[in-house]
């Protein structure tokens, strides 16, 4: 399989090589763009941080999902594909880890073994296929279980655990993930029916699906973890806790 095959995925370009045979799902990709720039505002307006890579690293891979979707979903080759997941991956490892030490502040071995345990339950993910027969919603996709999206489960499954587990703990970030988690449910699920309801989801007779609702949700889902971390993670603390001044009670 050469780097520069043809993938067709979604509805909006069903078999169409093009580069603008998916407007919507390209331009939509400015979302992501957007989630970045406001938050990276938000940081610069924060109080200074204790560790300042951490929330940066987290912006820039979100403005780098965007700019690979949209190679992916112009281009629509094999190389564009892994420009479009590989991003994604990584912010959902690195959000993951950050999560692990700053809301929960667990050791690192701790978190090796939460990024380790995620990792493979993400590489048993994508390999899944659903029977036909099983989840009808899997039948315009050929197979592969939800659209794809199964890959996507663990994610869901992480972010709601770690949510439940903040409510728990009264964390202010509780709230915060918890939200994240319910649009990530929601646009998994726009993802997850696009070529099924491709016959129905037309404007001016032209087919759009309802991939791009996937985008626009999680680039909203993607600045409120964003916010989270600005607003919540532990690194808004000073990174050098001054020691109080001498006490002269009592000198003369």
């Not at 891979?61 to 590989?86: P, Y």
């Not at 949510?163 to 449910?185: S, Y």
Request: charged share 10%; hydrophobic share 55%; aromatic share 10%.
């Amino acid at each position: 399989m050469a780097w520069d095959d043809r993938i067709f995925r979604y509805c909006e370009r069903g078999q169409d090589p093009a580069f603008w045979a998916e407007p919507l799902n390209a331009a939509t990709n400015a979302a992501f763009i957007i989630a970045a720039l406001v938050a990276a505002w938000q940081l610069a307006r924060a109080p200074r941080r204790a560790t300042a890579l951490a929330e940066p690293v987290l912006i820039a891979l979100v403005l780098v999902i965007g700019v690979g979707s949209f190679l992916f979903h112009t281009t629509a080759t094999r190389w564009a594909s892994l420009a479009d997941t590989g991003p994604i991956g990584l912010f959902m490892v690195a959000y993951l880890a950050y999560a692990l030490r700053r809301y929960f502040a667990l050791p690192w071995i701790w978190v090796g073994a939460g990024l380790a345990i995620f990792m493979w339950t993400l590489h048993g993910a994508v390999g899944v296929h659903c029977r036909t027969g099983l989840l009808p919603v899997t039948e315009a996709a050929g197979g592969a279980c939800l659209n794809g999206t199964a890959g996507y489960v663990p994610a869901w499954l992480a972010l709601s655990g770690m949510a439940a587990a903040l409510l728990v703990k009264r964390h202010p970030a509780g709230r915060t993930l918890a939200w994240a988690a319910a649009l990530l449910l929601v646009s998994m699920t726009f993802r997850t029916i696009d070529l099924e309801v491709c016959p129905l989801a037309r404007v001016a007779g032209r087919a759009i699906g309802t991939h791009f609702l996937w985008h626009l949700l999680n680039a909203t889902l993607l600045y409120v973890l964003l916010l989270a971390a600005i607003r919540h993670g532990r690194g808004s603390e000073p990174a050098i806790a001054l020691p109080p001044p001498p006490s002269h009670k009592g000198a003369r």
